[in-house]
């Protein structure tokens, strides 16, 4: 991973008082690293452009972790979070540590760091771009508009209700999950899900599974509840098997989506393939918010560390970068040098500058370091 990127700016960004913020590098496993270099060499020009200083930590966690340290998430790398302004984080597992009995598992990492920085919002963006509508395995005609936001509640639900465990019997193996949530995780998650509604096309979709699980009865109820304090939002439920056929067969019909821990990380999947691949997902997790709207969090594309393709260079890093101009916008409040990263993406894939996964004819196909230049680039140029 290199080290601190350069300071120095032309013009007058040598003028200007620099802002400095403290950054969290947790790269992980598989293309985690690669994809975390291509986002440090972005932000480098941010920098540069903007006048701004980002001081870094890297700490190893995930499966690296495990075997440098014998667990994915160590107390000392939650405490240099708690002092860092957001954290950026690549991606943990592989089939090096993929045995299901084991008593530590790289994803304890992601886990254990949103449950202990009480990230409780995981936002999902998912837009098509214009010039990606081929890009799908679905038609041009039914992706056209797709501009969407899933946010996910994070710390409740089956990946964290007690009771949690594997037995055996005279029956044979057993094990059980538990899927619960309190009026309070329920309330507050639905009230990011409006509050960013109005900050869109006022619009929320609240997806349960009312019919079948108590917990679902619940969140119906609740959501109903907060939604009389925000008469300008319109509210719609959907039974989440209804949601995952709506998205594939009217997904700009949506414009936020709210839902359980569960529930939304299969249907972000799901969503990722409108985009074209996983690749070009970013996400946020957030906790609570400062008076002007910042805050801690945690940033990272919603792929996995794909170790198949680890070291290859063909990894796709705009989920990543993209991911970082989030952090700039949600956690340090620099909306405009977010912007900046997300329209030098805009050019860059209007140049055709793609990578395999979502590359095609006629199209310039890169490896990874190449993309990450030519966003990088496009950010210096202001274009």
Not at 16 to 30: E, H, K
Not at 36 to 65: D, N, P, T
Request: hydrophobic share 40%; net charge neutral.
């Amino acid at each position: 991973m290199r080290g601190k990127p350069s300071t120095r700016g032309p013009g007058l960004c040598r003028l200007r008082r620099m802002s400095t913020y403290r950054i969290l590098l947790t790269p992980g496993d598989g293309i985690g690293p690669e994809v975390i270099e291509e986002s440090l060499k972005v932000l480098a020009r941010v920098q540069e452009r903007f006048g701004h200083e980002f001081q870094y930590q890297e700490e190893i966690i995930g499966g690296a972790g495990i075997d440098k340290h014998g667990v994915a998430l160590r107390p000392e790398t939650v405490a240099a979070a708690k002092k860092s302004d957001a954290v950026l984080f690549g991606a943990v597992g592989g089939p090096k540590w993929d045995d299901p009995k084991a008593d530590v598992r790289p994803e304890d990492a992601i886990l254990g760091m949103r449950k202990q920085l009480g990230l409780f919002a995981n936002l999902r963006p998912v837009r098509v771009h214009p010039l990606m509508l081929d890009g799908s395995t679905l038609k041009p005609e039914v992706l056209q508009g797709t501009d969407m936001v899933v946010i996910r509640e994070l710390t409740g639900g089956l990946y964290f209700g007690k009771p949690k465990k594997r037995w055996e019997n005279a029956q044979g193996r057993q094990g059980v999950d538990t899927l619960r949530y309190s009026e309070k995780e329920i309330e507050r998650i639905v009230r990011v899900g409006f509050d960013l509604a109005r900050q869109r096309r006022k619009k929320l979709t609240s997806v349960d599974k009312a019919n079948v699980l108590r917990t679902g009865q619940l969140w119906r109820e609740i959501a109903t509840e907060v939604g009389r304090d925000y008469p300008d939002v319109a509210l719609e439920h959907q039974l989440v098997d209804a949601a995952a056929m709506n998205l594939l067969r009217n997904p700009s019909s949506f414009d936020v989506i709210v839902t359980e821990n569960m529930f939304g990380d299969i249907l972000t999947d799901e969503a990722a393939m409108l985009a074209g691949s996983m690749g070009m997902m970013p996400s946020a997790s957030l906790g609570r918010r400062r008076k002007d709207g910042t805050g801690i969090g945690l940033y990272e594309p919603i792929h996995g560390s794909a170790p198949d393709i680890a070291g290859q260079k063909k990894a796709n890093p705009l989920a990543m970068i993209l991911s970082a101009a989030m952090m700039l916008r949600l956690s340090l409040g620099l909306e405009g040098e977010a912007a900046a990263i997300e329209r030098a993406v805009d050019v860059a894939l209007s140049e055709g500058y793609r990578t395999p996964d979502i590359g095609g004819a006629g199209l310039r196909v890169v490896d990874t370091a190449a993309m990450g230049t030519a966003v990088a680039e496009r950010v210096e140029k202001g274009e």
